[in-house]
């Protein structure tokens, strides 16, 4: 929102629609607007096959909102592209491009900064600022597009915030960004992930999206996740467990269980064993993260021996396993550092 005019990139294909037919529109004019705004223009005025008269009607109820590329980085290593985004309003934002054999794939941010205070995460040392909204959400999507002049097949919502704390939003950006009228990214090709709120995944579960859940679990058991992670006093994992199941019984989706490994806080054997006694028999996936060490705290990465065997231990229980690649490792692309500590590494594009 401006003053009292609407951001169209705030709004799905069927809300776009119902504002036209409030302007005394035909509905069809939703459609051509909306196709416009995925087709990447920056003012009404360009919409050519709308007649002037409505475009003028349009223009004072609404405009097209806009992220403006700050800074960028490139990763000397992989190719990973950092993008620091300035939203409307001032806020900087962080979203990174990072390349896949299967493709281009976002990583975007939610909230600025975030209120979940995990002890290991950058993103959350200054605290929540506010939600994005669903266009800004998009506009993370457009202006990468926009700079590298490719598609993305793949988005992730792992930058900075949490996806489940702004819910309402990020449903209706997913809505967005899965019309075929618009940027056509398929639901499968969308993963989110969450530090564990637990109505919220059940919430998630009933709108049975074909989307990846990925939890970020990161302890075997309460005590320890507790020294990590504040949501840890809110609820159990068991009740995170039993969330997750609900979410399985109903989409019948693979959840990715996330697990940043810290030497001498979660990494032992018997951590490792713990683990997969409570996923035995989930359909599961464990992601194991070395963890990214930030300034800020003193945690340390488990050493790649060290993650390995971990590994070992799952898989010889019957979980599935994978290891995070580390991409952008030069400019401190990995997710939860985005918005700090970025500086003296990056090399400046
Ligand atoms: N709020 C969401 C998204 C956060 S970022 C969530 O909690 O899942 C995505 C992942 O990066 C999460 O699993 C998060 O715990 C992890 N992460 C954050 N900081 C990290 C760090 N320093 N090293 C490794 N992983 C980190």
């Known amino acids: ?56 009607a349009l223009d004072e109820k609404a405009y097209i909102g806009m992220v403006s590329i700050e800074k960028k980085y490139q990763s000397k290593i992989d190719g990973t592209v950092k993008y620091l985004l300035k939203l409307e309003d001032g806020n900087i934002i962080e979203s990174v491009l990072m390349e896949y054999s299967y493709g281009l794939t976002a990583c975007i941010s939610t909230q600025v900064g975030c209120g979940m205070g995990c002890s290991f995460c950058a993103s959350t040392i200054g605290g929540m600022i506010r939600d994005l909204s669903p266009g800004e959400m998009v506009d993370e999507i457009l202006s990468m597009m926009r700079d590298s002049n490719r598609r993305i097949s793949n988005i992730v919502l792992m930058g900075s915030g949490e996806p489940l704390a702004n819910f309402d939003n990020v449903i209706k950006f997913l809505e967005i960004i899965n019309s075929k009228a618009g940027l056509n990214v398929g639901m499968r090709h969308i993963a989110i992930s969450t530090c564990g709120l637990v109505p919220q995944i059940k919430k998630l579960a009933k709108l049975d999206l074909q989307i990846t859940l990925a ?91 060290g993650v390995k065997e971990f590994k070992a231990i799952l898989e010889s229980k019957g979980i599935e396993v994978t290891i995070r690649r580390e991409l952008g490792s030069d400019i401190n692309a990995a997710c939860g550092q985005l918005r700090k500590n970025y500086i003296n590494y990056m090399v400046r594009v």
């Open 1 to 56: 929102m401006i003053g009292s005019k609407i951001n169209l990139k705030d709004m799905t294909l069927s809300d776009i629609e119902d504002f036209c037919l409030n302007l005394g529109e035909k509905r069809y004019r939703g459609e051509q607007i909306f196709r416009w705004l995925y087709k990447g223009i920056s003012s009404i005025s360009e919409m050519s096959n709308i007649p002037e008269t409505f475009r003028i």
């Open 215 to 305: 939890i970020s679990l990161h302890a075997p058991n309460d005590e320890i996740r507790k020294r990590l992670m504040p949501i840890a006093q809110k609820y159990t994992i068991k009740e995170v467990l039993d969330a997750c199941r609900e979410y399985i019984k109903i989409t019948n989706k693979r959840i990715t269980f996330e697990y940043s490994l810290i030497k001498g806080v979660n990494d032992s054997i018997e951590n490792a064993y713990e683990l997969s006694r409570i996923l035995k028999g989930m359909l599961c996936h464990v992601n194991l993260i070395p963890i990214n060490e930030i300034r800020e705290r003193e945690y340390k990465k488990t050493d790649s021996k």
